[in-house]
């Protein structure tokens, strides 16, 4: 107990150290240092009464199965907490640190209805001249098409300032991230990759948009991670795992410090002067447990979001989420968005990932770690840009489909599937504004035949159509065309709820042209 005391006084003293240069800080930083040595010193009070109350001492997973002595316990937790102090005296110090304000917003939407109104110039510039052009054999409905384009209602969305945001935001987590687990056997994170229709850019909603995020993980010191894809010659692979193993580090003492070696030093050593392998802490079995993994990222994101600079300007609340760390985030003026942190260890290097969230609605074992092809979805969607003229109206025919989804349980990814097979189809001059109706028929046709085939092939399996940029694996692009729509063929009642439901959205979109029509005339 003289020892917990001691250790105690010791943390006091290192959290109020800020105290003394708070002269040299501003206001509202010495107002966050205050707020974190209330919040650590309320952590540290619990985290005593645990341990005089239990033996099992801090339950947990931040650090791991820690039932040992007390002395190294408190250690390990000051090394840490003396971290997040130091990193965030650090932030507070650095020039140019993140700052975001609500003018800063409004000079971005003042800018952005500056570059509106001069594409639109532009681009009445350019129907002039393709009327010109066109002469006599204008098309009536190409007219449409363009009247329908512009008098639908878009969402005000500033996806690409709101995106920068939360990359920041994410960034500097992660930067606190790297000081807490410096010492600790858990998985390394490498930067996250924006996925999704938000960074896509034709997500539907205007208020609540959710940025998905994608963190590769690779495997810690003296730890190997090993992807088992299932049944062989299955591609999409069901049934993905992580193996984890350890690996021999007594010859690589330069790479990896003065840490012992797991497989050849003795267990008494191992509990003595180092941490446990990541075997003890995050899997069941062999395998890296998604449940225990998320448990563990959960917690230190809820620490970061007390602490983080931009906690200044947003409300941040973590979510209720098994496979993924999901964060509410709302500033002053009641905008709302979502951020989604899925964690995936990458496939060799092609831009497939095993990934801790799945897009199944069905159980699914903890030790499960489900294919996902986010990051080549992206890398798709970014090719077709650099290659579509500066007007193209691909994203926006998408975003409406989504629109007319909302409240139907259609998928959406059945609609994305089907528009980057028509992407790689139909020319990509061919995706303008004059041809945004005829598009969206196109869309509605092609969706309409699968659904009647019961057939809609995923996009990069076993298509030569896949631009060379994305990096699939070989077996990938060998295998046989994987049918998206396999479960209306194993049950007619799907099949015909399906076929209900898509009728509902051509209604849908029948309507919205109309009412376009009736306002034109």
Same mark, same amino acid.
């Given at each position: 107990?003289?020892?917990?005391?001691?250790?105690?006084?010791?943390l006091?003293?290192?959290?109020?150290?800020?105290?003394?240069v708070?002269?040299?800080?501003?206001?509202?930083?010495?107002?966050?240092?205050?707020q974190?040595?209330?919040?650590?010193?309320?952590?540290?009070?619990?985290?005593?009464?645990?341990?005089?109350?239990?033996?099992?001492?801090?339950?947990?997973?931040?650090?791991?199965?820690?039932?040992?002595?007390?002395?190294?316990?408190?250690?390990?937790?000051?090394?840490?907490?003396?971290?997040?102090?130091?990193w965030?005296?650090?932030?507070?110090?650095?020039?140019?640190s993140?700052?975001?304000? &609500?003018e800063?917003?409004?000079e971005?939407e &003042?800018?952005?209805?500056?570059?509106?109104?001069?594409?639109?110039?532009?681009?009445?510039?350019e129907?002039?001249?393709?009327?010109?052009?066109?002469?006599?054999?204008?098309?009536?409905?190409?007219?449409?098409?363009?009247?329908?384009?512009?008098?639908?209602?878009?969402?005000?969305?500033?996806l690409?300032?709101?995106?920068?945001?939360?990359?920041?935001?994410?960034?500097?987590?992660?930067l606190?991230?790297?000081?807490?687990?410096?010492?600790?056997?858990l998985?390394?994170?490498?930067p996250a990759?924006?996925?999704?229709?938000?960074?896509?850019?034709?997500?539907?909603?205007?208020?609540g948009?959710?940025y998905?995020?994608?963190?590769?993980?690779?495997?810690?010191?003296?730890?190997v991670f090993?992807?088992?894809?299932?049944?062989?010659? &299955?591609?999409p692979?069901?049934?993905?795992?992580?193996?984890?193993?350890?690996?021999?580090?007594?010859? *690589?003492?330069?790479?990896?410090?003065?840490?012992?070696?797991?497989?050849?030093?003795?267990?008494?050593?191992?509990?003595?002067?180092?941490?446990?392998?990541?075997?003890?802490?995050?899997?069941?079995?062999?395998?890296?447990?998604?449940?225990?993994?998320?448990?563990?990222?959960?917690?230190f994101?809820?620490l970061?979001?007390?602490?983080?600079?931009?906690?200044?300007?947003?409300?941040?609340?973590l979510?209720?989420s *098994?496979?993924?760390c999901?964060?509410?985030?709302? *500033?002053?003026?009641?905008r709302?968005?979502?951020?989604?942190?899925?964690?995936?260890?990458?496939?060799?290097?092609?831009?497939?990932?095993?990934?801790s969230?799945?897009?199944?609605?069905?159980?699914?074992?903890?030790?499960m770690?489900? &294919?996902?092809?986010?990051?080549?979805d992206?890398?798709?969607f970014?090719c077709?840009?650099?290659?579509?003229?500066?007007?193209?109206?691909h994203?926006?025919?998408?975003?409406?489909?989504?629109?007319?989804?909302?409240?139907?349980?259609?998928?959406?990814?059945?609609?994305?599937?089907?528009?980057?097979?028509?992407?790689?189809?139909?020319?990509?001059?061919?995706?303008?504004?004059?041809?945004?109706?005829?598009?969206?028929?196109?869309?509605?046709?092609?969706?309409?035949?699968?659904?009647?085939?019961?057939?809609?092939?995923?996009?990069?399996?076993? *298509?030569?159509?896949?631009?060379?940029?994305i990096?699939?694996?070989?077996a990938c692009?060998?295998?046989?065309?994987?049918?998206?729509?396999?479960?209306?063929?194993?049950?007619?009642?799907?099949?015909?709820k399906a076929?209900?439901?898509?009728?509902?959205?051509?209604?849908?979109?029948?309507?919205?042209?109309?009412?376009?029509h009736?306002?034109?005339s």
């Amino acid at each position: 107990m003289a020892a917990t005391m001691f250790f105690a006084m010791l943390l006091q003293s290192i959290i109020q150290c800020p105290q003394m240069v708070g002269e040299e800080l501003d206001e509202a930083t010495h107002k966050r240092m205050e707020q974190c040595h209330i919040y650590l010193s309320q952590m540290m009070t619990r985290l005593l009464q645990e341990l005089e109350q239990s033996s099992m001492a801090w339950r947990s997973l931040l650090f791991t199965t820690l039932n040992h002595l007390q002395l190294s316990v408190i250690a390990g937790v000051l090394v840490l907490l003396f971290s997040l102090w130091w990193w965030l005296w650090k932030r507070s110090h650095k020039t140019g640190s993140w700052k975001i304000k &609500e003018e800063d917003l409004e000079e971005v939407e &003042e800018m952005e209805e500056e570059e509106e109104e001069e594409l639109e110039k532009g681009e009445e510039e350019e129907e002039q001249e393709e009327e010109e052009s066109e002469g006599e054999d204008s098309d009536g409905e190409r007219d449409l098409g363009r009247f329908f384009a512009k008098h639908i209602q878009w969402p005000k969305q500033n996806l690409t300032y709101w995106s920068k945001v939360v990359e920041e935001l994410v960034d500097d987590l992660f930067l606190l991230f790297q000081d807490l687990f410096s010492d600790q056997f858990l998985p390394v994170l490498q930067p996250a990759i924006g996925v999704g229709s938000a960074f896509e850019s034709w997500t539907p909603e205007e208020d609540g948009v959710l940025y998905s995020m994608l963190v590769p993980l690779k495997a810690p010191r003296g730890h190997v991670f090993h992807l088992e894809l299932g049944t062989p010659g &299955e591609i999409p692979a069901k049934h993905t795992c992580i193996r984890v193993e350890l690996e021999c580090t007594c010859m *690589n003492e330069q790479l990896v410090g003065k840490m012992l070696c797991f497989l050849h030093h003795s267990e008494e050593e191992l509990k003595r002067y180092q941490g446990p392998s990541l075997l003890h802490t995050l899997c069941t079995g062999s395998y890296l447990d998604v449940q225990k993994t998320m448990r563990c990222f959960q917690t230190f994101v809820s620490l970061g979001c007390r602490v983080l600079p931009q906690s200044r300007y947003f409300h941040m609340k973590l979510l209720p989420s *098994n496979r993924s760390c999901k964060l509410q985030l709302k *500033n002053a003026s009641k905008r709302t968005f979502f951020i989604d942190l899925m964690f995936g260890v990458q496939q060799g290097d092609s831009d497939i990932f095993l990934c801790s969230q799945s897009t199944e609605d069905s159980f699914i074992l903890n030790t499960m770690w489900p &294919e996902t092809y986010a990051v080549a979805d992206l890398k798709f969607f970014r090719c077709i840009a650099r290659q579509a003229p500066q007007d193209s109206f691909h994203l926006k025919c998408l975003q409406l489909c989504a629109r007319i989804l909302v409240g139907t349980g259609f998928s959406t990814y059945a609609f994305k599937t089907a528009v980057m097979h028509l992407l790689t189809t139909i020319p990509l001059s061919g995706w303008r504004r004059k041809d945004f109706l005829q598009r969206l028929v196109d869309i509605m046709s092609y969706l309409r035949c699968c659904l009647e085939e019961k057939c809609l092939n995923h996009f990069f399996v076993g *298509n030569e159509n896949v631009p060379r940029e994305i990096h699939l694996p070989l077996a990938c692009q060998r295998a046989e065309p994987f049918n998206l729509f396999w479960y209306l063929v194993q049950d007619p009642s799907d099949h015909a709820k399906a076929l209900r439901e898509f009728g509902e959205l051509n209604d849908r979109l029948k309507r919205l042209v109309s009412l376009c029509h009736s306002e034109r005339s």
